[in-house]
């Protein structure tokens, strides 16, 4: 087949996480050496040249547009603006890519290359929602109307759109287009996650492992430490669980900009003894936290398809989320969880409660139904919807691109 592009500004190791780093990087587990990836360089790589990058034992083709230093300060610049720029900058390097294969997955990247005459772009969307609405920077609001306008506009000349949320959500987001974008040109294509890592576990032995006593109860959430996912409301909630479960923890498995607000408020709440914050795990010592766990929660306000909740419920771990994008079809009312509409804290920990008394019968089965969101599927999948073949055939990369 066609090589496949890749342009995502981050390293495609670890930086900056979320999940556009996270889909990208399940590509490269599905496409291996067949993709070429065009990002930031964090390391000693050097920019605007194209060199083999390994990354866990696989060669890559890599193009760095790019330096950046990681941090998980706010920049006075926004990222993705500064990722516009950067890109844009590079158009006389990357001329070839309009013969190739092109999968892209922020706004920020399509207006960039929008000029470039690509001729097979796709075009993922981890979510429906008008991003800038909810910006950390107080003044995008104010443009998340002309900048709609726009990502319609150029949406228009994509090949394949997919979008990783619920279908309610994918037909408000073509609504919103004003006609620009069809219901049958958008199609629903959920993140994906590795069923060989996300799997039931046996809890004692998990449990062992991380040294949690069997006898208490372990809340677990997983993700980024933003505003967005709840951080404060899921505390909350768990200060008036741990009024009746005196001897339950909750455990904080990821890392992110808020971390430092979150000890803080951990601090102000006087539960620095029951609430933790692990950090960035690997895969499978995030497997091992969920399985771990009594009850797996999400307070999150605004989410795609939520590839943590994916997770969870491959784990056969009950669920007790807020209701956000492919909450409901994805969690069952009283079979693998519970879905909180209200956003009250008294609301959210009674579901709490009953999750805890959900069959685990109910919970592998639903759990078996997650292996069709594998990662070992990924490939077939999007090459079902996507031609790659009427492209140029990928090529080994010269140095005079």
């Known amino acids: 087949m066609s090589k496949i592009y890749i342009i995502e500004l981050c390293n495609f190791e670890d930086y900056p996480t979320g999940g556009h780093l996270s889909f990208a990087k399940q590509m490269m587990s599905a496409f291996g050496e067949q993709m070429a990836l065009i990002g930031y360089s964090t390391g000693s790589e050097p920019v605007k040249q194209w060199i083999k990058k390994e990354i866990n034992g696989t060669y890559y083709d890599f193009f760095s547009v790019r330096k950046v230093r990681k941090t998980s300060n706010k920049p006075i610049i926004p990222s993705r603006l500064q990722g516009y720029f950067h890109l844009s900058r590079c158009k006389k390097e990357l001329a070839f890519l309009k013969n190739e294969n092109v999968f892209i997955q922020t706004p920020q990247v399509l207006f960039a290359i929008n000029k470039w005459g690509i001729k097979n772009i796709c075009f993922r969307s981890p979510g429906t929602v008008n991003m ?147 950090g960035k795990q690997d895969p499978k010592a995030v497997a091992q936290y969920i399985n771990a766990s009594d009850i797996f929660i999400m307070g999150s306000y605004i989410e795609g398809w939520s590839t943590s909740l994916v997770e969870a419920i491959a784990c056969a771990v009950p669920v007790c989320i807020t209701n956000f994008s492919s909450a409901t079809e994805l969690v069952s009312e009283g079979i693998n969880g519970f879905i909180c509409e209200s956003r009250q804290e008294f609301d959210f920990v009674e579901n709490m409660k009953k999750s805890l008394i959900i069959s685990k019968k109910d919970l592998i089965d639903k759990s078996n139904e997650i292996n069709k969101y594998s990662t070992s599927r990924l490939k077939k999948d999007l090459l079902g919807y996507w031609n790659t073949e009427s492209q140029v055939k990928g090529e080994e990369i010269s140095k005079d691109k």
């Open 132 to 278: 800038l609405i909810s910006s950390r920077y107080w003044y995008a609001k104010y443009f998340s109307e002309i900048y709609e306008e726009i990502l319609f506009s150029y949406l228009q000349k994509v090949n394949l759109v997919l979008a990783s949320s619920d279908k309610k959500s994918i037909e408000d987001f073509c609504s919103r287009s004003k006609n620009k974008l069809q219901i049958n040109q958008v199609v629903q294509f959920p993140t994906r996650i590795n069923t060989d890592i996300f799997k039931p576990m046996d809890r004692e032995l998990v449990r062992s492992k991380i040294d949690f006593e069997l006898q208490r109860k372990l809340i677990v959430t997983t993700g980024r430490l933003g505003e967005k996912k709840g951080w404060k409301f899921m505390i909350d909630c768990f200060e008036l669980f741990k009024a009746s479960f005196p001897d339950s923890q909750f455990f904080f498995i990821g890392d992110g900009e808020d971390r430092s607000k979150i000890e803080k408020y951990i601090a102000e709440k006087e539960l620095t003894n029951s609430v933790f914050l692990k």
